[in-house]
């Protein structure tokens, strides 16, 4: 069912993906990945019902509440994809370096299912992540289109920050590496991991706190 276009685009002889096996649910878990192909794109998906339904968005997500990024509803993909991090050969569907950016728990916000959150187009959420927490929002685009449209917005909370720049965290919380090094199959980097991966928050610690 939910895993068949995923499975359609990839052929898993060549490509070190996962397949598209159905994993038990584990709960609410999110994953960003920050995916070198044809274009630089970052992939966020979040746990739901199974797999991990997924948004693609060209320039990241912002902690800056002021900015509404562009994000693609996507193929759900499986729960296993969800660490995944390496290399998709040249020629293979999103051929590309693949670095995992973030990982965490969210929590649902409102009354209603993710998946009638989702089919209403306006789901309401909180990250518990590494990198980004706080309260998110995944709007549908009305109008024309493909009906996949969708904005990555942050909620001003107190996880808010004017004028974060995404590309200032561009190493994975799971090794430590660069997008380069992982592209070049280089080494996890050994003992600074996840800690080097963290937002260096010095340097926003003069900036006045949102509420
Ligand atoms: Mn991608």
């Known amino acids: ?12 002889t060549k ?21 070198d192909a044809s274009h630089l794109h970052y992939d966020f998906r979040l746990e739901i019902d199974g797999v991990l339904k997924s948004w693609a968005v060209p320039k990241g997500p912002s902690l800056d509440p002021t900015v509404k990024h562009f994000a693609a509803m996507v193929e759900d993909h499986p729960l296993d994809y969800g660490d995944f991090e390496g290399n998709i050969p040249k020629g293979n569907y999103g051929g590309g370096s693949v670095m995992l950016w973030d990982r965490g728990t969210y929590e649902l916000i409102g009354d209603e299912t993710a998946a009638e959150q989702i089919a209403r187009g306006d789901l309401k959420f909180r990250l518990h992540g590494e990198k980004l ?3 998110w929002a995944l709007v549908r685009m009305k109008g024309k289109g493909k009906g996949n449209e969708w904005l990555l917005i942050k909620k001003k909370d107190e996880a808010s920050q004017p004028g974060w720049d995404v590309e200032a965290f ?16 280089l080494p996890a980097h050994p003992k ?4 080097q991966a963290k937002p260096k928050k ?3 610690a003069a900036e006045p706190k949102q509420d």
């Open 1 to 12: 069912m939910a895993l068949e276009e995923y499975a359609s685009k990839r052929d898993f």
């Open 15 to 35: 490509t070190p993906e996962p397949g598209p096996s159905k994993a038990a649910t584990h709960g609410h878990r999110f994953f960003i990945q920050r995916h």
């Open 133 to 135: 927490n706080g309260t």
């Open 170 to 185: 561009a190493t994975s919380v799971k090794t430590g590496r660069t997008q380069e090094e992982i592209a070049a199959d």
């Open 192 to 195: 600074k991991g996840s800690d």
């Open 202 to 204: 010095k340097i926003h």
